[in-house]
């Protein structure tokens, strides 16, 4: 198994807020790892600090055994407020980062529709963020992420927003184009029922500063559909097990 | 169930008469209420509407008013124009670089603050009565708004979609064009849209002051002459053009940005 993505004693404070660390793990190559967490315990800033976008005050992240230093275009990063472009239409929202890392039009036209496909999105390809449901609009995001060919997928929280019958057809979808297209997912949720239905392991972070608390394989076989799943007796074990963590570590802090 | 939306809108609105009809009947009322009051009074210096109107057939058909108004027309387009190809690369370049931001807000806020009216006399001794001083004039008028808009849509540009902006990787100039300019156009546009009320106002106070043409000199001169129904046709055709020009840039604006109005819909 190789080493994607190492965080090493990685560490943020906001000021006065000792929000991260010191945090360290690793992701492994095509894996789906989910990380989960109170609020507030800095999941979110910490897949800032994986994709680039913000520094940690002490220690590193390594892609592939070279440091990040900011945004790479082997990253993609899929957002909770999905993060399209108003004004752009869906096709151009999907073409973005395509185009922001300067892909010829030629290669452009030839993916925008292939992703558009792949997330059922066909038929809108003219209409605006605006005009579609949240389900619809995460999808714009995901394809927007998965068109740059990404090797790695960074999801904070996508589908958070988003109301439960939506959300779980969305996570079968991202699960059945995971299997297809086999990137490094770093998941981040704060539903146990999400990150066990999705992950190859969970990382769960206690609350802040965010620290890793456990490291947990999930030993589900896949498919995983929703329901039946849910029924499994490891499943139940694992749910409980991994809420006891949460709910200790929320009175601990109180 | 999605039949039923509708008709229960149409009962909770059953007996209320739509806006469009109630606007058009205060306006009548009012147009008719002026009528007869400015008949009763029959003062040499009041005037009524039918009157104004047959005023207004006599300088168009004279060629009168067309002449004053193509003289005001080309002061507001080129005091507006002036005022756009300036504001705009400045409101970018202010919200830009905080050195000149730091550097110019003292100017900006003092001239903002500063009644325009006032410097109208310094700038007609120093650049004389003819168009120019007037278009400099609807320039100064026109300024401010739209650049301080362009600043200030470009300063509240969503943090977020930055961020997704970056995270794609992408230059600078990118990001100007594809997220911080068409996030900001809303509100150049609303700039430009308050840019022409008060343009309108530098425009006519500027012809008052410089007397020589335009529809303010029209309104000086028929006010020195008593002829209050002429005097009231440049009134109107400037009501005119302030509702017409606001409205045309008000569906514009719509036209552009049509999520900033679901959103406030919602």
């Known amino acids: ?254 | 169930m999605v039949t039923a939306v509708p008709t229960q809108r149409r009962v909770l609105w059953a007996g209320r008469p739509s806006p469009t009809v109630v606007r058009s009947a205060s306006v009548l009322l009012g147009l008719g209420a002026w009528e007869v009051y400015g008949r009763i009074l029959a003062s040499p210096i009041f005037t009524y509407p039918s009157a104004i109107a047959r005023a207004a057939v006599v300088l168009v058909q004279t060629g009168e008013l067309q002449f004053y108004l193509q003289a005001s027309l080309v002061v507001l387009a080129f005091g507006l124009c002036l005022a756009v190809l300036a504001g705009i690369p400045l409101g970018v370049a202010i919200a830009r670089w905080p050195l000149l931001e730091h550097a110019t807000d003292p100017y900006v806020n003092a001239l903002y603050a500063t009644p325009t009216v006032a410097l109208i006399p310094i700038i007609v001794l120093w650049l004389g009565f003819q168009t120019k001083a007037k278009v400099v004039l609807v320039f100064l008028f026109c300024v401010f708004p739209i650049l301080i808009n362009t600043y200030q849509g470009v300063r509240s540009v969503d943090r977020r979609l930055l961020e997704v902006a970056r995270a794609f990787c992408s230059t600078e100039w990118a990001v100007w064009r594809d997220v911080i300019l068409p996030s900001a156009l809303p509100f150049i546009l609303a700039g430009i849209r308050l840019a022409i009320g008060r343009g309108l106002v530098g425009m006519v106070v500027a012809e008052f002051y410089t007397s020589i043409t335009g529809l303010g000199y029209m309104i000086v001169q028929y006010a020195n002459t008593f002829k209050t129904d002429r005097l009231f046709v440049p009134i109107v055709v400037l009501m005119v053009l302030g509702v017409g020009l606001t409205g045309l840039l008000r569906r514009l604006e719509k036209r552009i940005a049509p999520w900033v109005y679901v959103l406030r819909d919602e």
């Not at chain 1, 790892?33 to 005050?57: H, M, N, Q, Y």
């Not at chain 1, 055994?65 to 999905?82: D, K, L």
């Not at chain 1, 005009?131 to 714009?140: A, H, I, K, T, Y």
């Open chain 1, 1 to 254: 198994m190789t080493t994607r993505i190492v965080a090493d004693a990685v560490v943020k404070r906001f000021g006065d807020v000792f929000a991260l660390g010191p945090c360290s793990l690793e992701v492994h190559a095509n894996e789906f790892l989910c990380v989960i967490g109170p609020s507030g315990c800095g999941k979110t800033t910490l897949l800032r600090i994986l994709a680039g976008l913000i520094a940690p005050d002490e220690g590193a992240v390594r892609l592939d055994g070279t440091e990040v230093r900011g945004p790479r275009r082997e990253v993609a990063m899929v957002f909770q407020h999905f993060g399209l472009f108003p004004w752009k239409t869906v096709w151009d929202n999907v073409a973005y980062g395509l185009r922001a890392h300067g892909y010829p039009e030629s290669v452009i036209r030839e993916r925008v529709p292939r992703y558009i496909e792949l997330m059922g999105l066909q038929g809108f390809e003219r209409k605006y963020p605006y005009q579609l449901s949240g389900g619809m609009q995460q999808r714009v995001g995901i394809a927007r992420a998965l068109a740059v060919d990404p090797e790695v997928l960074l999801m904070d929280e996508p589908f958070g927003a988003l109301d439960a019958q939506t959300r779980e057809f969305m996570q079968e979808e991202l699960v059945r184009i995971w299997r297809l297209q086999r990137k490094t997912v770093v998941f981040v949720t704060h539903s146990i029922d999400e990150a066990i239905l999705l992950g190859d392991r969970i990382v769960v972070l206690s609350g802040r500063p965010g620290r890793v608390r456990e490291d947990l394989p999930v030993d589900i076989p896949r498919p995983r559909a929703g329901e039946r799943v849910r029924a499994l007796p490891r499943f139940l074990e694992l749910r409980r097990y991994v809420w006891e963590l949460l709910r200790a570590d929320a009175e601990g802090s109180r």
